[in-house]
């Protein structure tokens, strides 16, 4: 069964920096690697939105408004996806959430939720 730990949320100041890590555990690596991942985030009152993509074998994508100041990687030999966020705002703040989609399976799995607040 998949899990997917997610780390690194937190409050930050507008124009500042955090980064959100989601660890595929009980992952092997090809599994790991041939999955498609994602973070969405999810503010109050408001629907969960995609935010940045990184489909196996694909180019990332983002949102327009994140765009240019947030990143998404994957570290195959670490089993974990990044979501490095930059020149944060207040409407940033959100529950961000790590998807994990298999290759072989189409079976969606999710991580826990960390929350980023922006604040001054």
């Known amino acids: 069964q998949v899990q997917l730990v997610e780390s690194g949320g937190g409050t930050a100041q507008p124009g500042g920096s955090l980064r959100l890590s989601c660890k595929g555990s009980r992952m092997i690596l090809s599994t790991f690697s041939g999955a498609s991942w994602a973070w969405y985030r999810q503010a109050p009152g408001k629907q969960r939105e995609l935010v940045a993509s990184?489909?196996?074998?694909?180019?990332?994508d983002y949102l327009d408004s994140v765009r240019g100041r947030f990143t998404i990687s994957r570290d195959n030999t670490k089993k974990t996806v990044y979501l490095q966020m930059n020149n944060l705002i207040v409407e940033d703040t959100a529950v961000y959430y790590c998807n994990c989609r298999l290759g072989y399976s189409n079976d969606d799995y999710w991580g826990q939720g960390t929350q980023v607040t922006v604040s001054s």
């Open positions: 990184s489909p196996s074998g694909g180019s990332t």
